[in-house]
């Protein structure tokens, strides 16, 4: 007898934008009237761009280095640990104590974010990716969480991903008006991947200087320890969220042919953008 193959999952398609299928309809329009607390901390990225590392930072952040009290005050407070815009997510972080900042991450589009924190409430940690890792990336985790069958073969995945109706949109549509818009505002932070990994303990001080969360040289220390790459690695999930941790994956992937396609359509998206002198590809 052989096995049934594994079904497909499928996407949910909300007024033409398509989401994971754990998205309900009506979460997206829940997530824009989310009342937003002043201390409440988003981790905001496009999938795949460091988003579990960088809750990890805050995290930690907020407990100085204390590992046990991070696993103690967040473990069971995460709400399920994933995107708040996940089935119920939103309902159980509004049922949170006042007494701690929540610490939420989520990969929703600017126009889907919560309408506060466009205003000016809050605070975010945005992360970005070159593109042509997180497509590497992107594409392992697909594969892992089996949505739609174009997303099972690299080239097949490939073409989806330059297209405006990918999953949580492309690349660029969702970046660019972020960056933008939203670079200059006091409760936004934005920070690279690859930044990331070149001055780790750097941005840990530049997370704790925006979260007004100063800490001694010692805790950021084991900040740091408590968020590298082999520790992250370690921590069981349900999903292979960490596969690589690396810059420059992408030649793994790429033909030279998708390279070059890929760098026009990205030269003619990102002329005269000031993300642009951010995005690195290799270190």
Same mark, same amino acid.
Request: glycine share 4%.
């Given at each position: ?83 708040? %815009?996940?089935? +119920? ?6 049922? @949170? /104590? &006042?007494? $701690? ?116 040289? %010692?805790?950021? +220390? ?6 590298? @790459? /082999? &520790?992250? $690695? ?50």
């Amino acid at each position: 007898m052989t096995d049934k193959p594994k079904p497909f999952f499928g996407v949910n398609v909300i007024n033409g934008f398509k989401w994971p299928p754990l998205v309900r309809d009506t979460n997206p329009e829940q997530i824009a009237n989310f009342k937003v607390r002043e201390d409440d901390v988003f981790v905001l990225t496009y999938p795949k761009a460091g988003t579990h590392w960088a809750q990890e930072l805050v995290r930690n952040i907020l407990c100085k280095g204390n590992k046990d009290k991070v696993k103690e005050d967040y473990a069971n407070s995460s709400a399920g640990g994933g995107p708040i %815009e996940f089935f +119920d997510t939103c309902e159980k972080f509004d049922s @949170f /104590s &006042t007494e $701690k900042p929540r610490v939420m991450m989520t990969h929703a589009p600017v126009d889907v974010l919560p309408k506060q924190i466009l205003e000016g409430k809050g605070k975010v940690v945005f992360v970005n990716r070159n593109p042509k890792d997180i497509a590497v990336s992107y594409w392992h985790f697909l594969l892992e969480t089996h949505f739609l069958e174009e997303y099972q073969e690299w080239d097949s995945f490939f073409e989806a991903y330059l297209k405006t109706d990918m999953m949580y949109g492309t690349w660029f549509d969702y970046n660019l008006p972020y960056y933008e818009q939203h670079r200059n505002k006091k409760n936004f932070l934005f920070l690279t991947y690859e930044e990331m990994k070149l001055d780790h303990k750097g941005c840990v001080v530049r997370i704790c200087d925006f979260l007004s969360r100063p800490l001694s040289e %010692e805790q950021v +220390d084991k900040v740091v320890e408590n968020t590298t @790459f /082999s &520790t992250m $690695k370690a921590t069981k999930k349900k999903f292979n969220v960490t596969r690589k941790g690396v810059v420059g994956d992408w030649k793994t992937r790429f033909t030279v042919a998708q390279n070059e396609r890929f760098d026009a359509i990205y030269n003619q998206r990102m002329e005269g953008s000031a993300l642009a002198k951010r995005i690195i590809f290799e270190t």
